[in-house]
C-alpha cells in the first residue's frame, strides 16, 4: 500500500501558475514490458523518458497524479555537487571518491539543463544561490568552503559572501556571512515534472495515472507489480517512490523516512522591494534548513521542514508568515496565497539511497533535499543500467546508507524526537 500523507497537503501555487495539466488514464487490465517503473516523479519519469528513447518497452504507474509528491511541490532549489558538502565526502570516502560523486552530481546539473532546453521545456530556471550562516560560529567554515571547491574540486562559481555583502544580496541583516554560488539556480519544478512526462511519452512509454501498487513480486526472472485493476509483468523493475514508499517495500522503508515539508507563497512583492534584488535562492546553516527565492512573478517562495504539527494547511500560512518576518520584518503581515506541504525522502547520512532490493528490482530515493537535480539523473543513469552500464549507478549504490534505527514502530518517534532537538539546537 502506497505511503499516505497524515497531513492535507494543500494547494500549491506551482499548480495554480501552470493551467491545466495533462491527465494520464488509470491502468485498467494487463501489461507487458521490458521495464515497469513504480512512481511518476523525477526520477520514474525521467527513467521512463531515456529507457523509452533506447527502445525499451516501460510501463510507469503512478498512484496519484505525477509529481503529486515531492517532485511536483518542493522548493525548487538545484544545489550543487551532492547533498553533503564536498569537503565531507572527502572525510568519509577520501579526495578521489569525493571527486568522483562530486563530478557525477556536476554532470546531473549539466544533463537536467541540456535536457529541458533540447526538449523545448520551460522550467522558468533563474541563476544563482546563496547558502548563508545563521550563526557566526559557521562564517569561517563557509570561507573555507569556498577555497576547497576552487582548489580541490575545480568548481571556480563559489565565492565568499561577508556579513555586508550577505545583507546586501539578501536584503536582510539577519545573516553573518555565507557563499554565493553562480553555477546553479534554481526552477518551476511542477513544469519540469509535466515536460519530462510529455518527453516520456512521446518516445512511447506507457505512462499511467492514479494506479496504485498493491505488492511488487520477483521470481522466476520475472517481475510482476499488481495494481487494483491489473497487473505489470517485466524483466526488471524499478521503484521510485522515494517518501511515499510506506510498506510497498521494506527495505527501502527500513532507509528512507518521510519528514514533512512546508513552503508558503506571498503575493508579488513588486518591482520596488529590496528582497533579494539578485534574483537568487537561498538555504541557511539551519539543520532544519530554511530556502526561499523568487518565482518569476516576484512572489516569495518560503519553506522549511519544522514539524509543525498541523492537519489545516491555513495553519501553515502562520509559522510561514512568522519566519518571514524574522527575516524580514516589513514583510511581517504579507498576504500569503497558497501554503502546502508534503514529504521529501531523507536518509540517516542525506546521502541517495539506490539499492537492488530483490532480484531485477532496483529502489531509488532518500535525496534528502537535494532531489530536483540528482533524482533526474538517476533515472538516467537507470537507463544506462538496463543497456548494460551499471558503472556510473554503482558509485551511487555503493555509499554507505544504515537503516534508520528503532524499526518500523520506533524509527518515526525517534525522528520526530530528533528534528525537534535538532530544531531547538538551531535557535541556540
Known sequence: MAYQSPISPGHSWYEDSIGERPVYAALDGDKTADVVIVGGGYTGLSAAAHLARMGTDVVLIDAHRFGDGASGRNGGQLGTGQRAWAEELEADYGLARARALFDLAEEAKTHLLEFVGSNGIDIDYIPGQLSVAHKRRYVDDYKAHAEIMAERFNYSHVAFMDAAETAERLGSNRYFGGTRDTGTGHIHPLKLVIGTARVAAQAGAQLFENTPSTGIISAGGKVRVTT?????????????????????????????????????????????????????????????????????????????????????????????????????????????????????????????????????????????????????FVGKLYAETVSGNRDRLKLIEDLKIPAFPGGRRLRAPLLFLALNWYALRDRI
Not at 322 to 348: F, N
Not at 362 to 370: N, P, R, V
Request: proline residues 7%; hydrophobic residues 35%; charged residues 20%.
Open 228 to 376: 487494483p485493476k491489473g497487473t505489470v509483468k517485466a524483466d526488471k523493475c524499478l521503484i521510485a517512490v522515494n517518501a511515499y514508499g510506506g510498506d510497498l517495500e521494506p527495505v527501502s522503508a527500513a532507509h528512507i523516512m518521510p519528514i514533512g515539508s512546508f513552503i508558503g507563497a506571498t503575493v508579488p512583492l513588486g518591482s520596488e522591494s529590496t528582497v533579494l534584488p539578485g534574483g537568487e535562492a537561498v538555504d541557511d546553516s539551519r539543520f532544519v534548513v530554511r530556502y526561499f527565492r523568487k518565482s518569476k512573478d516576484g512572489r516569495l517562495l518560503f519553506g522549511g521542514r519544522e514539524i509543525y504539527g498541523v492537519n489545516d494547511p491555513r495553519d501553515i500560512h502562520i509559522h510561514i508568515r512568522r519566519q518571514i518576518g524574522e527575516l524580514y520584518p516589513a514583510l511581517k503581515d504579507i498576504e500569503i496565497t497558497h501554503g502546502w506541504g508534503g514529504y521529501v525522502g531523507i536518509t540517516l547520512p542525506r546521502k541517495p539511497f539506490v539499492r537492488e532490493v530483490m532480484p531485477n528490482v532496483i529502489s531509488a530515493g532518500g535525496y534528502s533535499g537535494h532531489g530536483v537535480m540528482l533524482s533526474n
